[in-house]
């Protein structure tokens, strides 16, 4: 009998949490009972790359409201049994489309950040409030990554039966490959102790905070600190690492496609956010075997480490606690050995494998397709 076909709607494939875990979740499912394709918005960077065998259709549109007359033209030439989005404006342009193409395509619609923080964060509140409490009841599935996002919807009265909370696929084989490539940085050369953060460098990440609390580090132990990532406030925390004198034990390095071969060799990891969807770098991080330290932001973090046990949780925006927590784990061998081995365990409860069985057996519940 013929495959499931699945389409995936991404603006492009350039960086960012959605767009990696959307296209792990294309290139591992299994091609004996689905058919994926990839459809973007517009051709930037390529970070990410679906395998050789899925199709990537490009719409050739600058502006993402720009496409929903091509996306209707393609959901009736190609007639996708699911259309899976993720991120609120593709998300909101896979339902109209849908509805306005008057296609049997089953819409899946995916929730990697914290809704009410998007909400508050974006100049359009209004529309964003909009396309949670009426347009997101109207998908066939939503999926939070997070338990924490499921019950942020329900507050905007998306109905509890549309719900599931699926984890974002992390851990594969590759990363335990790739993070053994050598890292053409000289203070992880000259093995100096390097803290290490991963993401985009935006408000939601919480840097100042992090830079401040390694100002603190600094009057205490001889570190360094890299951040890999791009974005808005870049100049901004450069600015604010030479304010506290630490400017020449700070590198921000950039996006990175492999970011594992920094987490391996890094002596701790931590994720300063004020808020998230999951917290997917702490997963990959604690992968690596490397200690992980965040705050208890919403949501993700507390769902993934038990305080004390597989990592360190401190309050949000707190940059004393924040420096606290790097010191004990930099000064404490005993601690340090037992947040690698249970971070490292912990972090095989989020394989790869088990979140795309997850994810499989969600788009089998909505077809008809017969399986082969």
Not at 154 to 173: F, H, T, W
Not at 201 to 226: N, S, T
């Amino acid at each position: 009998m013929r495959r499931i076909k699945v389409a995936f709607l991404l603006p492009s494939l350039q960086g960012g949490g959605a767009e990696k875990a959307t296209i792990t979740l294309v290139n591992n499912l299994d091609r004996k009972y689905f058919k994926p394709l990839v459809v973007i918005c517009r051709n930037e960077r390529c970070y990410f790359s679906p395998r050789h065998d899925v199709p990537v259709i490009n719409l050739n549109k600058s502006r993402t409201r720009y496409t929903l007359l091509p996306l209707m033209r393609f959901l009736k030439k190609e007639k996708p049994d699911i259309l899976y989005s993720a991120m609120w404006h593709i998300n909101f342009i896979a339902i109209c489309t849908k509805i306005l193409a008057h296609v049997s395509t089953h819409v899946v619609i995916s929730v990697h950040n914290n809704p009410t923080m998007t909400l508050l964060k974006e100049g359009r509140r209004w529309i964003i409030s909009l396309i949670y409490s009426k347009f997101y009841k109207k998908a066939d599935r939503v999926i939070g990554v997070s338990k924490g996002v499921v019950n942020d919807l329900k507050s905007y009265g998306v109905p509890e039966e549309k719900l599931q909370a699926i984890y974002n696929p992390v851990v594969d084989k590759e990363i335990f490959s790739q993070q053994l490539e050598d890292v053409n940085h000289p203070w992880f050369q000259k093995g100096e102790t390097v803290i290490l953060s991963v993401g985009r460098i935006v408000e939601q990440k919480g840097y100042p905070y992090l830079i401040r609390a390694f100002a603190k580090v600094r009057k205490r132990l001889d570190a360094k600190l890299v951040i890999l990532g791009e974005g808005e406030d870049l100049q901004r925390l450069k600015m604010l690492a030479k304010e506290v004198s630490i400017d020449d034990s700070v590198d921000f390095v950039g996006f990175q496609k492999n970011p594992f071969k920094y987490m391996y060799r890094a002596a701790c990891f931590v994720l300063s956010s004020l808020w998230e969807g999951h917290g997917l770098v702490l997963i990959e991080a604690m992968a690596c075997g490397t200690p992980v330290i965040s705050t208890r932001c919403p949501y993700g973090p507390e769902e993934i480490i038990t305080d004390g046990v597989n990592g360190l949780l401190v309050p949000v925006r707190d940059e004393v606690a924040l420096a606290k927590a790097i010191i004990k784990v930099l000064t404490d061998k005993e601690l340090a050995r037992k947040l690698r081995k249970n971070g490292k365990e912990r972090a095989m409860d989020f394989s790869v494998k088990k979140m795309v069985d997850e994810s499989e057996k969600l788009f089998k519940s909505l077809t008809t397709v017969e399986n082969p």
